[in-house]
């Protein structure tokens, strides 16, 4: 196991925006691809956004598409989600997450290892 440790969320009304962080190890970081998942409960793991070991690409969900930015700082080790526009059915437990065979895929079995998650919370 590596360590991937979330942080940014919190309380926003809807419209207003989050930037979450994802931090991990260097060695975990830059061989892996990184996604983002969110979790409500009730409901399955649900995947948000994932971006290649370069940076150079990245992929969302339907939900987020024209609203979630994913972007990441390699000399930081740190993977950023942007998020504008927020909604209440944005609310959830954010996750990032260290997809290191490169499966480059939105299942939550591709991803080795798994952030604490943290809260994103979007009032009406």
């Known amino acids: 196991q590596v360590q991937l440790v979330e942080s940014g969320g919190g309380l926003v009304q809807a419209g207003g925006s989050l930037r979450l962080s994802c931090a991990a190890s260097?060695?975990?970081?830059?061989?892996?691809?990184i996604g983002w998942f969110r979790q409500v409960q009730g409901k399955e793991r649900e995947f948000v956004a994932r971006?290649?070991?370069?940076?150079?690409?990245?992929y969302y969900g339907n939900s987020v598409k024209g609203r979630f930015t994913i972007n990441r700082d390699n000399a930081k080790n740190t993977v950023y989600l942007q998020m504008n526009s927020l909604k209440p059915e944005d609310t959830a437990v954010y996750y990032c997450?260290?997809?290191?065979?490169?499966?480059?895929?939105?299942?939550?079995?591709?991803?080795?290892?798994w952030g604490q998650g943290t809260q994103v919370t979007v009032s009406s």
């Open positions: 997450a260290a997809d290191p065979f490169d499966y480059g895929s939105d299942s939550v079995s591709a991803y080795a290892y």
């Open positions: 260097a060695r975990t970081f830059r061989s892996s691809v």
């Open positions: 971006i290649n070991r370069s940076g150079g690409s990245a």
